[in-house]
């Protein structure tokens, strides 16, 4: 019966880092878009207001990347951390992009 709850938290953890794994790839993909949106409105000779919402959108889209890139970190600790002590191989690390 303990293998079977280690098993489950395992693969609870597994589904976790899966989740933040895709959640940073969205990320960065709207960081890039919010990005590719500030410089075509610079180049168009926007308004300066609108360029500076732009920003302030780009900046906010910063701050949540770099909160599920520190909590996918620590994920990927706890799911070695559970397979070794479960006696299972550790799974490679997620790459990043």
Request: charged share 25%; with cysteine; glycine share 8%.
């Amino acid at each position: 019966m303990a293998d079977s709850e280690a098993s489950r938290s395992l693969s609870i953890k597994t589904g976790v880092v899966t989740r933040l794994h895709k959640e940073l790839l969205w990320y960065e993909a709207e960081t890039q878009k919010e990005a590719a949106k500030i410089e075509s409105l610079r180049a168009s000779g926007a308004c300066p207001h609108d360029v500076k919402q732009q920003v302030r959108c780009f900046q906010s889209t910063t701050g949540p990347s770099s909160d599920t890139a520190r909590r996918r970190c620590a994920g990927e600790r706890g799911v070695r951390v559970r397979a070794n002590g479960a006696g299972l191989p550790a799974a490679p690390a997620a790459r990043a992009g």
